[in-house]
């Protein structure tokens, strides 16, 4: 029997309750890549040469009520952990497509007005890659992987010519972006999971950004399941 929870989470922490967090972060990024699937907290405690009452306390403080004897998946935990360090947050966002669409939109003040800052446009013409587009750098877009990595991206925005549109969605599916706003008419799809909101140039981004915002809030719920 599983339990669903919805966390209300606290962003504002000691910083080391941060630490804390980190470290458990890459601790579970570690666990993942070995093939673990669960963890309880035991072993967090373990692994991290803390006390148990000590990882106990701390996801208490930050929402998340863990009782001792339960095991939870680490994905969905991981996502939980970079959304609470701020990972996740949709106020940056890359762009796929630096001709005059993309040039548009990165030189928009209804963009800058909504609180999101276009910080990389990304292109294939060799002829542009390496310019910039009002202090916005334009890189290969064989790189979008690695920067939204290193970067926590979580919202990418699609300007490519459309014969392009669903390639480009899918790179930035790959690179876990979990919200793709297309601007192109292309009917692109995108995999379960992954937030699609299709608009139109003329649209009013103000309003759309915040349907966008409020859809991302609900997008992850966090499972738990018993030991």
Known sequence: MGITLISKIKISMETTERN???????????????????????????????????IYNLLTDIGLGIPANYEFEIGQSMDLLETILGHHILNEAFIAGAGKMGSRLIKSEEFRNCGLKITAAFDIDLAIIGTDINGVKIVNIEKL????????????????????????????????????????????????????ENTSPGANLKQVFHSITERYQTLRPWILYPK
């Open 20 to 54: 804390y967090l980190s470290q458990m972060l890459t601790l579970l990024r570690f666990l993942k890549l070995r093939g673990r699937t669960y963890v309880n907290i035991q072993t967090l405690a373990d692994q991290m040469r803390i006390p148990k009452e000590t």
């Open 145 to 196: 992987a690695s920067l939204a990595h290193r970067m926590h991206i979580a919202l990418g925005i699609i300007t490519t010519p459309p014969d392009q549109s669903q390639q480009t969605a899918e790179i930035m599916a790959e690179s876990k972006i979990q919200v793709i706003w297309n601007f192109t008419p292309a009917k692109i799809k995108v995999p379960q999971g992954i937030i699609l």
